[in-house]
């Protein structure tokens, strides 16, 4: 029995396609801003995104990190939605890291208001307040089951967040997931953001790599970040083609893992939170009997919770895999 792996896009192998390019990579040393397709890649993304500069890194947490850490240091505060990823899975890097703090608010699905922030906002008058200078936005959404936010609603958010003097992250590591399924340009998408993480090793499927878009100017403090957290590397141009390949070839295809989210919910008669993209979360009685059931059944999925279950499509996940398991896991469900 073959093994079907949905515990997320990261899971995916390089193509045989992919390897190719990463074998024939031109490169050079990057910490001396030398490797040709990182650079070829840097200003690729740059572009896309409707930034000056980019800077690739090996991870999605350290794109997120060094451009958070561009932005607020020692004592000062960033705005953040409760469960989001430089939260919940970074290991503290923005206290840890920095010495910055998160103030958290809560919107459905990850998604929160302009009010919200709004409600949050210090007047900075007095000693006891920590200085804010951020408010981060995840788009889609990792816990909110790949939840893709209005535009609109995002950019009133930017918009407060700009009026009180603070800058807009956005950890836009499925940015490509909303522009596909929203059909919204990538340049709107970041258009108010003042820095702008992506990343490559997800839906797009190369074995590693995220970036981190902003000015020329801001660039120049996130590549000194970079160097102090390990992310000087030599000849990246082997991962850099990866990313390269990735965007040629992935990007538009990512409507097949959405389309399979939808049919995969759709024949499970588990409760799933509609699905906007490629993350599907289902609340049920007992999630960590169902994981391991379904991996008796040859499924991988995750438990998020005692009582949610996750499963995520990807570019090693076909369309015509999903009736086998969709099968498999409604015999999971009936082991239980």
């Known amino acids: 029995m073959d093994l079907i792996d949905l515990r997320s896009d990261t899971v995916t192998r390089p193509t045989a396609g992919m390897r190719k390019a990463i074998a024939a990579a031109e490169v050079g040393d990057d910490v001396y801003g030398e490797d040709p397709t990182v650079n070829a890649l840097q200003d690729r993304v740059a572009a896309l995104l409707g930034k000056e500069a980019a800077v690739w890194v090996p991870t999605g947490t350290m794109a997120n990190q060094i451009a958070l850490g561009s932005l607020a240091g020692m004592g000062e505060e960033i705005i953040c939605d409760r469960s989001s990823h430089v939260v919940n899975y970074e290991g503290g890097a923005i206290s840890a890291l920095w010495g910055a703090q998160s103030l958290v608010v809560d919107g459905p699905r990850g998604i929160f208001t302009a009010e919200a922030v709004r409600a949050v906002l210090r007047s900075g008058q007095t ?22 936010w209005p535009l609109a609603q995002m950019e009133a958010v930017a918009d407060v967040a700009h009026g009180a003097g603070l800058a ?15 059909g919204i340009a990538l340049q709107k998408w970041c258009e108010r953001a003042d ?13 590693a790599g995220s970036l981190v878009a902003t000015t020329r100017e801001r660039i120049k403090a996130i590549r000194r970040l970079r160097k102090r957290v390990g992310g000087g590397l030599r000849q990246a141009g082997v991962l850099a083609a990866a990313g390269m390949y990735a965007l040629d070839h992935h990007l538009q295809r990512l409507a097949e893992d959405h389309e399979s989210a939808r049919r995969l919910a759709a024949l499970v008669p588990f409760a799933w939170h509609a699905p906007q993209t490629n993350i599907l979360l289902a609340d049920v009685q007992n999630a960590p009997a169902l994981v391991e059931a379904a991996r008796k059944e040859g499924v991988l999925i995750n438990a998020v919770s005692g009582t949610r279950i996750r499963a995520v499509t ?6 015509e895999q999903v009736e086998e398991a969709a099968a498999r896991l409604r015999q999971a469900a009936g082991r239980i």
């Open 127 to 148: 000693d006891h307040d920590p200085r804010q200078r951020a408010v981060a936005i995840e788009n889609t959404h990792n816990r909110g089951g790949g939840s893709i």
């Open 195 to 207: 820095t702008v993480s992506v990343c490559l090793s997800k839906g797009l499927g190369a074995p």
């Open 168 to 182: 807009v992250h956005l950890d836009g590591a499925r940015i490509w997931n909303a522009h596909v399924a929203t």
């Open 314 to 319: 990807h570019l090693d996940f076909h369309l």
